[in-house]
């Protein structure tokens, strides 16, 4: 029912590095890290990038919607100076950045499809879905259920509709369904999305929710778990994996 690691880094660092940048994948690593979770968004020329944010401010400096800049605009701007001055300077990562940094060093994935909007939840959808299902074709027609699941990345997202539409362009890519709070129809919703695990924050979760979703054959995972105790916690009701920001208090295992 999971097949995957039990802790990822949260999108790449946690705290450690600017998030969703190549650097916080490298610090990932020096933690012991090979699996992580990011954010995938779309620039308004339609290129995938590691954002989390819709709007400019946080981790990218100036005002306004991510998504009415291009890529290349993104490209000048420091996405790494935000953090802390030894990564002035880091670049905003693509989609294709990451698949390759993490192919190449043995790192499992979590990719989080991160619609700025749900008027373009479809496309980005799409878009990150026939990026991740053209680098993964191998892997996707050697993937054997039960025998080789670590192969290939996760989808998860909280938009339904970007979720549906990765279904439809990448389906030999596993799918999770991401929520805040488990709706009541939960597993109606996994179900249409044909997808193999549930995820949602570990401050909503309960035991009986957690004996629920693992006794309907699925896998649970939980955002985004901070302390060693709370981690043991939820494991013991059941919880397959989670994802953390304080990768210097939690380690891989």
Known sequence: ???????????GGGTLAPENTLAAFRCGMEYGFRAVEFDVMLTSDEQPILM???VFGRTLPGTG?????????????????????????????TLQQVLEFCSSNGIWMNVEIKPAGEACAVRTGEVAAAVVAA????????HVPGQNDRSLPLFSSFSC???????RVAPGIPRGFLVD?????WEQQLQALDAVALHTSHKNLTP???????QAGYGLFCYTV?????????????VDGFCTDRIDLIGPA
């Not at 680098?135 to 050697?142: L, N, T």
Request: hydrophobic share 45%.
């Open 52 to 54: 989390h944010d819709p």
């Open 135 to 142: 680098f993964f074709a191998a892997e996707i027609a050697a």
């Open 181 to 185: 709070k488990i709706p009541a129809d």
């Open 226 to 238: 901070n302390e060693p105790a709370r981690a043991e916690e939820i494991l013991a009701w059941g």
């Open 208 to 214: 009986e929710l957690a004996q629920a979703v693992k």
């Open 161 to 167: 509709d970007a979720l549906m539409a990765a279904k």
């Open 1 to 11: 029912m999971w097949p995957y690691p039990k802790v990822a880094a949260h999108r």
């Open 65 to 93: 919607k991510i998504a009415d800049s291009t890529l290349q605009d993104l490209l000048k701007l420091d996405a790494g100076g935000w953090h802390s001055p030894e990564y002035a300077g880091e670049p905003v990562c």
